[in-house]
């Protein structure tokens, strides 16, 4: 099994609707992020969690909010999807040094 | 002005070739990591710099800290090489990445 694993891998959804993205992790990390990738551009930083009881907003927070289930848990919601969050989402874990990335998940909202 | 800059932005190289990618950032940080996306998307680690020169097998890293900059480097390049590489700075406090938008690499056989 991979270390940080993303499900689903890809997702086509409607505008409006609600979804969740889910991370998991066996790194044992205490650190985790969701970063938003779009074509062309650096990858960007959307929340991060650096203990169960620990949430920050990052960048680009706005539609978008989260929940740490357990230090191996992650998840990333939309409550209401729009278009123009289509881009390709990371989760990612780290000790503080060395990262780890999940293969990600394709995200279209039409 | 960003950050953390590549360049160049695409690159295409013959099989063979040797290849250098630069990465120039503007804050301080405490570390510098070299990432690698390929064509499926999943983001893996090559390279975590503080100082100095790594190398992995056809792969070198460098860093000059007081340049505020590092370049990755391929030797006799291959088309398994074709990817994305991404620069990333870590910050001071250790506890964020700042991304470069990532140059695109295709190796021609």
């Known amino acids: 099994d991979a270390d940080v694993t993303q499900t689903p891998r890809n997702r086509i959804t409607k505008t409006g609707k609600r979804i969740m993205l889910e991370c998991s992790q066996t790194?044992?990390?205490?650190?985790m992020y969701w970063y938003r990738q779009d074509p062309g551009l650096g990858l960007q930083l959307i929340y991060y969690s650096f203990d169960v009881k620990d949430i920050n907003k990052g960048e680009i927070s706005d539609g978008y909010s989260v929940s740490r289930q357990a230090q191996a848990k992650f998840s990333l919601s939309l409550e209401s999807a729009i278009p123009n969050q289509t881009a390709l989402y990371f989760c990612?874990?780290?000790?503080?040094?060395?990262?780890?990335f999940g293969s990600g998940t394709r995200l279209t909202v039409v | 002005k960003n950050e953390v800059e590549q360049s160049p932005q695409n690159l295409t190289a013959q099989e063979g070739e040797f290849i250098t990618i630069n990465c120039s950032y503007s804050v301080g940080i405490s570390a510098l990591h070299w990432l690698q996306q390929h064509p499926g998307g999943g983001i893996v680690s090559l390279f975590m710099l503080s100082s100095g020169k790594k190398k992995h097998g056809r792969l070198i890293a460098t860093i000059n800290i007081q340049e505020k900059h590092s370049s990755l480097h391929i030797t006799a390049s291959h088309p398994r090489d074709s990817a994305v590489y991404i620069c990333?700075?870590?910050?001071?406090?250790?506890?964020?990445?700042?991304f470069g938008g990532g140059t695109r690499l295709m190796v021609k056989p």
């Open positions: 990612a874990t780290s000790d503080g040094i060395g990262y780890t």
């Open positions: 990333a700075v870590r910050n001071n406090a250790g506890n964020m990445l700042t």
């Open positions: 790194k044992g990390h205490d650190r």
